[in-house]
């Protein structure tokens, strides 16, 4: 069965203190995975797909990086608006399989 | 272009008693999913469909939930009889293709209390 693992499930952080979030993942046959963003009250929003090991993606302070087993998601220099949980998913042959995520606070 | 809509925003019932949601999916998306998703997790996947057939129902408890896509485009998602654990977000996705790219467009759901 398809699984993915977030951590830490919370991070604290002071406005500009850059840091990364984990998502390992166990799946059959990665056919992507994927990271979301999901402030209170909303659906989750995309932001990034990984196809293969070695693989990167960039936007504004959100790096994402992939290996064979898993995913970090780092953020450089964040800002309070940065403060939301951050899903990771992964898909095999079947469904999409979400963890749990990263809530992350970042202080002024 | 307007997102994925979806109503009652919230909903309060008693165990056992029957509810009904609604999504309308972002135009020209013919991919649509339903997703529960319980306070402090990860959304599970329930039911999608791909116009107006069932792709995937693995994780749908069907003895009490069901769902249906009328013509292709709007969906109704309904429980009935409601018990205490199906409190949760029940978030509708679209997309355009099957997902290939992993870009799934969520609205904002519905938050159901079974009390």
């Known amino acids: 069965e398809d699984q993915v693992t977030q951590s830490p499930e919370a991070l604290r952080l002071q406005e500009g203190e850059s840091s990364s979030l984990n998502c390992s993942y166990t799946?059959?046959?990665?056919?992507?995975l994927f990271w979301y963003r999901q402030d209170p009250g909303k659906g989750p929003e995309f932001l990034f797909t990984?196809?293969?090991a070695g693989e990167e993606k960039e936007k504004e302070r959100l790096k994402a990086t992939l290996t064979k087993k898993e995913s970090f998601l780092h953020i450089t220099a964040p800002k309070p608006e940065d403060s939301a949980t951050y899903l990771c998913?992964?898909?095999?042959?079947?469904?999409?399989?979400f963890g749990t995520g990263t809530r992350l606070l970042v202080s002024p | 272009e307007a997102g994925v809509a979806q109503s009652p925003r919230y909903k309060i019932i008693e165990k056992r008693q029957s509810v009904a949601f609604w999504c309308n999916p972002i135009?020209?998306?013919?991919?649509l999913y339903w997703y529960q998703q319980i306070l402090g997790q990860g959304p599970k996947l329930l039911i999608q469909?791909?116009?107006?057939?069932?792709?995937?129902d693995s994780q749908l408890p069907k003895d009490r939930f069901s769902a249906e896509r009328l013509k292709g485009v709007d969906s109704t998602l309904k429980i009935q009889p409601a018990k205490l654990e199906d409190s949760a977000v029940y978030l509708c996705?679209?997309?355009?293709?099957?997902?290939?790219?992993?870009?799934?467009?969520f609205g904002e759901g519905s938050r159901l209390t079974v009390l």
């Open positions: 135009s020209g998306h013919a991919t």
């Open positions: 996705a679209s997309s355009f293709l099957d997902m290939r790219t992993g870009e799934l467009f």
């Open positions: 990984l196809y293969s």
């Open positions: 469909f791909q116009n107006n057939g069932v792709v995937d």
């Open positions: 799946v059959s046959g990665l056919r992507g």
């Open positions: 998913a992964v898909r095999g042959f079947q469904k999409l399989v």
